[in-house]
């Protein structure tokens, strides 16, 4: 059956980085695209970052481009999301998606979610 | 970016109910809609995907419905496991979520 298992979150203060991991079973990984996505504490769902199944095409939401990399090892089958220059508005629970279609150009739904991982950023 | 618009915010509801939640889109999104459920503590999960169609397993009580920018989801039945928070999301664009809408026992 398929699994995302998150790790790497933590508390960090402002400025800092975390590099969160998300490693994936029961599918052929290097097939889909993988997505970050976050829940600060007693708020909604925000998209992060995709990366889609070529390792290539990359997205990021603009509240984190230049500050997040989200990057994958298809021999680990593994995605991460690299966190630097951290701010206290990044507390979240992270989560990592898989995307629902097959080597899709774009991007889909999210079929399957890991548990997550919290990042806390204070001082 | 694409807005997403949920209503109600916050719905009270008995067992036996016939609920429906509206989202509606900034701009058409065709049919490029999804729908999860979220229970507290829990990652969310994956119901209906391009506006209407069920994920496996999911039971047949939750439906889903629309195009362009108006759509709905209903559950034709509440059952006890159906209390928790809904959200729509997007795909015609960049992923984005509505804001969420809870589900609460009356």
């Known amino acids: 059956q398929v699994q995302l298992v998150e790790s790497g979150g933590g508390v960090v203060q402002p400025g800092g980085s975390l590099r969160l991991s998300c490693a994936a079973s029961?599918?052929?990984?290097?097939?889909?695209?993988l997505h970050w996505v976050r829940q600060a504490p007693g708020k909604g769902l925000e998209w992060v970052a995709v990366i889609l199944y070529d390792g290539k095409n990359i997205y990021y939401r603009d509240a984190v481009k230049g500050r997040f990399t989200i990057s994958r090892d298809n021999s680990k089958n593994t995605v991460y999301l690299q966190m630097n220059s951290l701010k206290v508005e990044d507390t979240a629970v992270y989560y990592c998606a898989k995307d629902s279609l097959e080597e899709a150009a774009g991007t889909n739904s999210f079929d399957y979610w890991g548990q997550g991982t919290l990042v806390t950023v204070s001082s | 970016d694409v807005q997403l618009t949920q209503s109600p915010s916050t719905l009270s509801a008995s067992i036996g109910d016939r609920v429906t939640i509206t989202c509606r889109a900034s701009?058409?999104?065709?049919?490029?809609l999804t729908w999860y459920q979220q229970k507290p503590g829990k990652a969310p999960k994956l119901l209906i995907y391009?506006?209407?169609f069920l994920q496996d397993g999911v039971p047949s009580r939750f439906s889903g419905s629309g195009s362009g920018t108006e759509f709905t989801l209903t559950i034709s039945s509440l059952q006890p496991d159906d209390f928790a928070t809904y959200y729509c999301q997007q795909f015609s664009d960049f992923p984005t979520f509505g804001q969420g809408t809870r589900l609460e026992i009356k």
């Open positions: 391009e506006t209407s």
């Open positions: 029961g599918f052929m990984f290097s097939k889909y695209g």
């Open positions: 701009q058409s999104i065709r049919r490029w």
